[in-house]
């Protein structure tokens, strides 16, 4: 047996306000007709909730605007199943631009791991005029090395910071030991 990984998103305009006593200007009807009996099955069929009114209960705000109607609607939407809602961070409705407001949804990644802490140079080694001086012949000799126009200037550059951070760091370790 195989089972499902990762999250369920659907995103999309369902032309439906699943909610329409909230998510309409206009006179809401409460019977949507059979053209959106699929999309209330898929609802109904997986546990799937909407971010937004999940984050904003009592809120009203919109997606779509219809000049004909000369009403809002909400009809587009972020949905999750319901028990991934605690990797919801934010979900919000952006200012409208044509006819249509943009929507932004953030969660958290399982895969997400914090950085460990930045390596920092202890000022302390160059005070060290014996280090200050072995720190000038490793940089003398990698760009003796390395300066030879087959490595593009810029990648020379930021690849010599990390010869510099990997000496100070071995310089470290020796003086810790």
Not at 134 to 155: A, C, I, Q, S, V
Request: glycine share 2%.
């Amino acid at each position: 047996m195989r089972f499902t990984e990762g999250i369920l998103i659907v995103r999309g305009n369902l032309s439906l306000a699943l909610y329409p006593e909230q998510d309409n200007t206009s006179h809401p009807t409460t019977n949507p007709d059979n053209r959106y009996a699929k999309t209330l099955q898929l609802l109904h069929h997986h546990p799937l909730t909407d971010c937004w009114i999940a984050q904003n209960p009592t809120t009203r705000d919109y997606t779509f605007y219809s000049l004909t109607h000369v009403s809002y609607s909400r009809l587009d939407y972020f949905l999750v199943p319901h028990y991934n809602l605690t990797l919801l961070i934010e979900s919000d409705i952006l200012p409208m631009t044509w006819s249509d407001c943009p929507l932004h949804l953030r969660l958290r990644s399982h895969l997400f791991r914090p950085r460990q802490t930045s390596w920092l140079l202890k000022e302390s080694i160059l005070s060290n005029s014996t280090l200050v001086e072995t720190t000038r012949k490793t940089l003398h000799d990698y760009f003796t090395t390395n300066e030879t126009g087959d490595m593009k200037p810029l990648t020379c550059w930021e690849t010599h910071k990390v010869v510099v951070q990997g000496h100070f760091i071995a310089i470290c370790s020796t003086r810790k030991k």
